[in-house]
């Protein structure tokens, strides 16, 4: 089990990667998934990871979701969840939550249009497919 703030700096280090398809290397190319992956990896947890499943099917990524992430109701997401969105109608695209907050999230997310990995305010453009809560990571303690 990784602590919770071990992972999240582990994914605000990715921040400034250029995106690349398939892309598993910090600080030379991560995608979506990438970033996910390079983060797990960074605190001492292999991930299976075969890059040809995502984006083929529509279930293609919460399949290879639910083999490290159990499935949660939005309103109980947390800073180190991850979220899927939709994209052309199927969930395509994931994120990493960084900062959860009553006006706005934040999250980070290889962004294709822009070519790099960035940190941002959730865009509204981004409609939630699915919250997830990875098992590796320990929850917050209160």
């Not at 250029?18 to 960074?42: K, M």
């Not at 995502?54 to 290879?64: A, E, F, Q, T």
């Amino acid at each position: 089990m990784i602590a919770r703030a071990q992972f999240l700096e582990a994914v605000q280090a990715t921040v400034g990667t250029p995106f690349g398809a398939h892309g598993r290397l910090l600080g030379v190319a991560l995608d979506c998934v990438g970033v996910l992956v390079c983060a797990l990896r960074a605190c001492g947890v292999e991930v299976q990871d075969r890059v040809e499943h995502y984006g083929n099917m529509p279930s293609g990524l919460h399949d290879r979701l639910a083999q490290i992430a159990t499935p949660i109701a939005r309103e109980d997401r947390q800073a180190g969840d991850v979220l899927t969105f939709f994209v052309a109608g199927e969930s395509r695209h994931l994120g990493v939550l960084v900062h959860v907050d009553t006006r706005r999230d934040w999250i980070v997310h290889a962004k294709q249009n822009t070519g790099w990995v960035v940190k941002q305010p959730l865009p509204a453009s981004l409609a939630i497919a699915g919250c997830w809560r990875l098992k590796e990571v320990a929850p917050w303690r209160r």
